[in-house]
């Protein structure tokens, strides 16, 4: 019979495979996914090291995969006294960080669209409508989107 510590081991193991794979169908590297799932789960800082040793993959790769979510405002660099490590933990707001970084990509995709319908002759109206249709697909989208970055934003001390 397992002890709850190793079912916890597991758990967080599990965990952090399936957050790679969800990042890899947004688009994003699987180690940055496992990466961000590990800090999710520990909630607390872990050093550049341990994310390496722990995750079992070289140091270049942990580094692409913390810069790419420094980048996003997922994470961020800590210091801890008296240690010449870099830590790494959640942003303060890294979930309103991951709804804004959506909601970027859907305005990006309404925008592709109606420069499209800008480009239509006005004969080709059953292509337009159809067009108006799917960017107020991504209107609503954006909306809800915004609604959520809102409810998940932390108020600014």
């Known amino acids: 019979m397992m002890d709850s510590t190793d079912q916890i081991d597991q758990v967080r193991d599990d965990f952090i495979t399936r957050m790679g794979v969800v990042a890899m169908g947004e688009g994003l590297p699987r180690m940055a996914g496992q990466v961000f799932a590990m800090l999710v789960f520990e909630g607390e800082p872990i050093a550049f090291g341990a994310l390496s040793r722990r995750l079992s993959v070289s140091r270049a790769t942990i580094s692409t995969s913390i810069r790419l979510l420094e980048e996003r405002g997922l994470i961020r660099r800590v210091n801890k006294t008296g240690d010449r490590q870099d830590y790494f933990q ?35 109206e059953g292509v337009r409508q159809r067009l108006d249709t799917f960017a107020a697909f991504y209107d609503t989208i954006s909306a809800a989107l915004d609604d959520v970055a809102t409810r998940v934003s932390k108020p600014k001390n």
């Open 90 to 124: 959640l942003a303060d707001d890294a979930y309103a960080a991951m709804t804004k970084y959506a909601l970027a990509g859907t305005r990006h995709a309404k925008s592709e669209i109606n420069d499209t319908i800008r480009k239509l002759p006005e004969e080709a």
